[in-house]
């Protein structure tokens, strides 16, 4: 299975801008859908992004659309996560896995953590002055 590492994460002013990737080795990601999470603390970790293992379909959690983008390169096996206008309730530890399914499939960013594996040790992403 793959291996995933999340890498991009800092500190941001409010309003600023980051970008998150998701770099597999081991295996390929091109059959598989991978999703971004979040976990705040007090809270189960929950999807903000996902995209499709074949077409590259895109799915967003409703408070990020319009200020996140996922999208994914093949060539380099990564998915990245770029985010834009952060503030400072976007400011938790962001992880990506790999959907369960081997594909084709679509995704959607509402779809619970526990379709997912191959989880990464996350990125910690914090928005502050």
């Known amino acids: 299975q793959p291996r995933l590492v999340e890498s991009g994460g800092g500190l941001v002013q409010p309003g600023g801008s980051l970008r998150l990737s998701c770099k597999a080795s081991?295996?390929?990601?091109?059959?598989?859908?991978i999703g971004w999470f979040r976990q705040a603390p007090g809270k189960e970790r929950e999807g903000v992004s996902c995209?499709?293992?074949?077409?590259?379909?895109?799915s967003y959690e409703d408070s990020v659309k319009g200020r996140f983008t996922i999208s994914r390169d093949r060539a380099s096996d990564t998915v990245y996560l770029q985010m834009k206008a952060l503030e400072r309730e976007h400011s938790t530890i962001y992880y990506c896995?790999?959907?369960?399914?081997?594909?084709?499939?679509?995704?959607?960013?509402?779809?619970?953590?526990?379709?997912?594996?191959?989880w990464g040790k996350g990125t910690r992403v914090t928005v502050s002055y």
């Open positions: 081991g295996v390929g990601l091109r059959s598989y859908a």
């Open positions: 995209i499709s293992s074949d077409d590259d379909t895109t």
């Open positions: 896995a790999v959907h369960r399914a081997l594909g084709p499939y679509g995704c959607l960013a509402t779809q619970s953590p526990g379709a997912f594996h191959s």
